[in-house]
């Protein structure tokens, strides 16, 4: 190899030299005015901007996704707090239509109660305890709230009676809890009785109705109301309905299964009776 490039060294490099110069002549021809250097740089050129250009173009394109998507990200944000707000406002008109109604029922009730001097105040907070039914409120005894004072809806209908009392919060027991006991009788035929929690009735927010006189009679779909019997709790306020007549194990004694009129899972306000005229 090296012999032959001694040999024909001079051959080639004239070769070499005619097939630049042919080049360039053929670059002049065409009617360009490139140089063959200038048309060498661009024949290397041209791929490297073409890759540049599709560099440049591909970040315009990320960078335009990502100011859209930052912009989308800003406008779900403002949309968001909107709803908020508006789902805010829906609340507080509802809050403030069930106040209305709740008002409009405590009216009602005064008008039928004239004796009744009455404390509203607001659930706070629900018992966790598996072994009792009751919940505390907002006021206590610096707004006149006495221990045994009972409690009730706007409707009149028994909610329970306070059984633990601090300066401004008080606990209510309810009418199911195992603790509580209610003088009642049976709207339809007078007949007497006690209402009392009982823990496997507590459970399926019932209570029991018990102690009756001997020969009473009661029947399933009977309404039950506050007899007024102990002074605990003032007459004619509504307790329930019979949702069940059973008997104890002897099948001697009938009782009755006490579905309460109150519905304590949406109690958001309620009504402390804090003094009433006894009717003898």
Known sequence: MKEYLKKNGIRIAIIIFAVIVIIAVSSITRG???SF???????????LQKVISSTVNWFDTIYGYLYKYDSLMAENESLRAQLADA?????DGIEASEENVRLRE???LRDKNSSFVLESSKVVLWSASNWSS?????KGRSSGIELGDPVITE???VVGQITELGENWAT???????DMSVGAFIGETGTSGMVVGEFSLMKKKLAKLTYLADGAQIFAGDDVLTSGQGGAFPQGLVIGTISAVQTEAGGQIEYGIIEPTCDFDSLVQVFIIKDFELVE
């Not at 250097?37 to 791929?47: H, R």
């Not at 009751?134 to 907002?138: A, E, G, N, P, R």
């Not at 209510?172 to 195992?178: A, F, M």
Request: glycine share 8%; net charge neutral; no cysteine.
């Open 155 to 157: 409707y009149g209908v």
């Open 32 to 34: 360009g005015n490139v």
């Open 37 to 47: 250097l200038q048309n060498a740089t661009g024949v290397i050129a041209s791929p």
């Open 106 to 108: 405590l009216l009602n």
């Open 134 to 138: 009751s919940f505390t409120i907002s």
């Open 172 to 178: 209510v027991s309810t009418l199911i809890d195992v």
């Open 87 to 91: 789902q805010q406002s829906a609340r």
